[in-house]
């Protein structure tokens, strides 16, 4: 089944042989027998669901792990790695997803930090210096970026392009990034895919993790595909389309990623009226059905989040009305909008959503202790039935509700959090990019799950930066740009270009 | 399972003090009566740490107890003194208590407020307070302490149990004296002619007030940490407070509990030990915090927030006090505990951190 790469295409040197890796932890097997093979200049893309060994894999090549067995050979010479220093001294560079930078330093000192270059007396730093060098090298490889930025400063484009430029510093020949799109806009994917294009023109192989596949065909040379620990395909990308790449992943047909959505919408049941506040919302008026699924598209900024924080309670509104089944609500706290049955599942899962370390069962009844009848005492035995019943609903793989949230994988952790919402008896529901960051499988899950809601009558506002979900799942689709609506489409009638025109265009 | 190694350290190392001490000084160390005192002693500490426990869960921390103490104190024994003259009894005592108990709830709601309604750290703001607590109580009366001798009753008072008739025997050999157990009789037997004379004492055996206090309160606490929504929102605020705010929580008004209920106990803690000593010092409670928090700590809870447990706390607590009975008894003295002391903190904290290292490392 595995074919390997290399030996159809003998005009490009291998920089990357990991042969046989196969690690476990106890008693599980992360991965068995995996050899990766990368080309020097190419784009390797490694895809796989949750859990099948990506990081892991990922983690042996920079040091982090050491593996049950295997080798590592980086330019026909073999390595053995204790630490992350020894793959970083040999051109091994990681890009991780939360990008591992100083915030409150600035590009260039990021770029050079555990590497200053030493200025005339000793144990000084040669700020000029630095400076220089990190506008050398951004401007060899045609990146934009002003070396004396503050990294708190940047948005999070720039931030990735300082994080290459750091690993460039460091003569990486192999790049590995991880998820790299998963907090981009739509025109800052297009810039970054133009720096990965340079680095491969320079020769540097760079192995992309990603779980978008539509990126992966457009960009990526070659496609390695893991599942449950083992190498199952990999091939040239020309050779592969995305529903073959995700029959490799999942070992399925996925024959109907979105829900077949037969629902009838109902009446109003969410009429926001001149919704504006602080956080650049101005004027924003829309309303929602019962059953109806709303996507909202925008660029990162265009103020799509800030409404569901106006509207939730978190951010204070300077005028407008929300009025949830022919009632004006006022609310001030996410308490209030909650027990107004009003859900937001925020799109940061870790930061915003979970009590890490906490059980499963107490992250799922938090927001409806009272609503279950435990306003004051809890009752474990109570709360548990309740946590494993809506467990089972949405099909949730946890050992036991008392297990911790954290031993979840992403999409699970998702689910739990869209059965947070279900408990709370929510009657109008915000999702924020809910699929970000979760497999395949688990992302046709949570459509099936948004279906389903829609069609208990719940009206349904779905913010996503992917347009072909947006397009695959919604009734209607708003477009918000610089905090205004600027688009209130239906998504039969619309298309991709039309959205993403009225989300970057400026209308004169 | 990480939850049960995590108790299961500080308690097998408490078990372990108490043998080793009990082979060592079985006679003194292994008596009801000292174990009674142990339990007395550990109760002002523990009745502050189960607060403390419960704002460490909350990921804040309180470093006010100590001066906090001092000042319920002082307040709780001015009040008996202006009611009741410089040797007040009976009605005053009970004013000045709740006086003072009173005094302690408002300073955990002041410093709930200041970290909730000013955004400020717990650190900054008890810290502050602490500096503010201690002044207040110097300047009430110079610098010197309140003395109310007759308010005996939290410190000294015992729900009675048995009663021994004993009499002190001379050894003319080398004239050490030795207590000899003539009778024992239950708490209602009544003293007859042959139980008095020369050398003979009745003596009382029981459990200390403050020891019932203590355990009154380790069980509330305990139970509404464990069942009550209140002590649910804790555990969450400690993991994740913007989770906990983005899930409905109301996080201000929790904070405010949490450390009102502290000072409430505080207060509690502060009569028992004003009345041990039947006056109020200024200097009382000195450095009580860094016992408290060790005790916590030692107990499996978290700095960082969102775990700990009451069981852990009394542990922890138990084991400092048993450690500082046991050394005394020993001997040795009160400088090289600190160090013990100093000593088992950071071995409790390290391989706590351990067994979590290796507990995350399986689950990878």
Redesign the interface.
Same mark, same amino acid.
């Given at each position: 089944m595995t074919s390997t790469v290399e030996s159809n295409r003998s005009d490009t040197g291998v920089s990357l042989r990991m042969t046989g890796i196969s690690k476990s932890?106890?008693p599980v097997q992360a991965l068995s027998d995996v050899s990766f093979n990368v080309r020097a200049g190419t784009v390797h893309a490694l895809v796989g669901e949750n859990g099948a060994g990506k990081s892991t894999l990922m983690k042996i090549l920079a040091g982090v792990y050491r593996p049950d067995e295997g080798s590592i050979e980086i330019h026909d010479k073999p390595y053995t790695f204790d630490k992350p220093e020894q793959a970083l001294a040999v051109g091994v560079s990681m890009i991780y997803q939360d990008l591992d930078l100083a915030e409150h330093l600035t590009v260039a000192e990021n770029v050079f930090l555990g590497n200053e270059p030493v200025g005339v007396l000793p144990f000084t730093v040669d700020y000029h210096a630095m400076v220089n060098r990190t506008a050398e090298l951004a401007g060899s490889f045609n990146f934009d970026i002003d070396p004396t930025a503050v990294v708190s400063d940047l948005s999070t484009g720039d931030c990735q392009v300082a994080a290459i430029i750091k690993a460039l510093a460091r003569k990486a020949s192999i790049i590995v990034m991880d998820e790299p799109t998963s907090s981009l806009s739509e025109t800052e994917v297009e810039r970054l895919f133009e720096v990965v294009r340079r680095l491969r023109q320079s020769g540097i192989s760079v192995v992309y993790i990603s779980h978008r596949l539509e990126e992966i065909i457009g960009l990526a040379d070659d496609v390695t595909v893991l599942r449950d620990g083992k190498v199952v395909h990999s091939e040239s990308v020309t050779k592969l389309d995305i529903p073959q790449i995700v029959r490799y992943m999942v070992g399925r047909e996925l024959t109907e990623f979105f829900p077949a959505r037969d629902v009838k919408p109902g009446d109003i049941r969410v009429k926001i009226d001149n919704l504006s506040s602080d956080s650049r919302i101005e004027d924003v008026s829309f309303d929602i059905r019962s059953g109806e699924i709303v996507g909202m598209a925008g660029l990162v900024g265009a103020g799509r989040t800030e409404v569901a924080r106006v509207i &939730?309670g978190?951010d204070r509104k300077t005028s407008g009305s929300i009025v949830l089944d022919n009632e004006e609500l006022s609310i001030n706290?996410? $308490?209030d909008?909650?027990?107004r049955g009003i859900a &937001?599942l925020?799109e940061d899962r870790k930061?915003?959503?979970?009590?890490?370390?906490?059980a499963c069962s107490?992250n799922v009844t938090? $927001?409806s202790?009272?609503l279950l009848g435990?306003?004051?005492?809890?009752?474990?035995a109570r709360e548990n039935e309740i946590a494993a019943d809506v467990g089972a609903q949405l099909s949730i793989k946890w050992l036991s509700p008392q297990a911790p949230v954290?031993?979840l994988s992403g999409g699970n952790q998702q689910k739990l959090l869209i059965a947070?919402w279900l408990l709370?008896k929510s009657k109008f529901m915000i999702f924020d990019e809910p699929t970000r960051g979760i497999d395949v499988g688990a992302k046709k899950e949570v459509y099936s799950l948004l279906n389903r809601l829609a069609e208990e009558g719940k009206a349904i506002l779905f913010i996503s930066s992917e347009l072909p979900e947006l397009f695959g799942i919604t009734d209607r689709i708003f477009v918000m740009r610089r905090g205004r609506l600027v688009g209130n489409l239906r998504t039969g009638e619309t298309t991709q270009e039309e959205v993403m025109h009225l989300a970057a265009v400026e209308a004169n | 399972m990480g939850k049960f190694v995590r108790q299961l350290l500080p308690f097998g190392s408490l078990i372990l003090i108490i043998c080793t001490l009990s082979a060592l000084k079985p006679d003194t160390f292994l008596t009801m009566d000292n174990f009674m005192n142990v339990l007395r002693r550990s109760s002002v500490n523990g009745i502050i740490a189960i607060g403390m426990t419960s704002i460490i869960i909350s990921a804040g921390i309180d470093l006010s107890v100590g001066s906090m103490l001092a000042l319920c104190g002082m307040v709780g024994a001015y009040a008996m003194i202006a009611i009741g003259g410089s040797d007040p009894q009976g009605g005053s005592f009970v004013i000045g208590t709740v006086l003072g108990i009173f005094v302690g709830v408002i300073c955990g709601f002041l410093n709930g407020v200041l970290i909730t309604k000013l955004k400020l750290q717990p650190f900054i703001v008890t810290l502050g307070s602490m500096s503010a607590f201690r002044g207040i109580s110097y300047v009430m009366n110079n610098g010197q302490p309140y003395n109310v001798p007759g308010y005996k009753y939290l410190g000294e008072g015992i729900v009675l149990l048995w009663k021994t008739v004993e009499k002190t025997v001379v050894n003319t050999i080398d004239n050490t004296t030795t207590k000899e157990v003539l009778k024992i009789l239950p708490p209602w037997g009544a003293v007859d002619n042959s139980m008095t004379g020369e050398g003979i004492e009745i003596v009382k055996h029981g459990i200390p007030i403050s020891v019932i206090i203590f355990v009154v309160i380790v069980a509330i606490a305990g139970f509404l940490l464990k069942?009550?929504?209140l002590g649910?929102?804790t555990?969450?605020i400690g993991?994740?407070r913007?989770?906990?705010?983005?899930?409905?929580?109301?996080v201000d008004r929790n904070l405010i509990y949490i450390y009102t209920f502290t000072g409430l106990l505080v207060g509690i803690a502060a009569m028992i030990a004003t009345s041990r000593t039947v006056s109020a010092q200024p200097t009382a409670g000195i450095a009580l915090e860094l016992d408290i928090i060790a005790a916590v700590v030692i107990g499996g809870a978290s700095l960082a927030g969102?775990?700990g447990t009451i069981t852990g706390t009394i542990i922890g607590t138990l084991l400092i006090s048993v450690l500082r009975n046991g050394c005394t008894l020993l001997g040795i003295s009160t400088h090289i505990q600190l160090i013990v002391i100093g000593m088992i903190i950071i071995l409790a904290v390290a391989v706590d951190q351990l067994a979590q290292t290796k507990t995350r490392?399986?689950?990878?």
């Open positions: 932890f106890g &939730f978190i706290s996410p $308490a909008a909650i027990s &937001f925020t930061r915003t959503g979970l009590c890490l370390g906490l107490w938090i $927001a202790l009272g435990m306003k004051r005492i809890i009752n474990p954290d031993s947070r709370a | 069942y009550s929504r649910r929102y555990y969450a993991s994740n913007e989770a906990a705010f983005h899930a409905g929580v109301n969102g775990r490392e399986l689950q990878a």
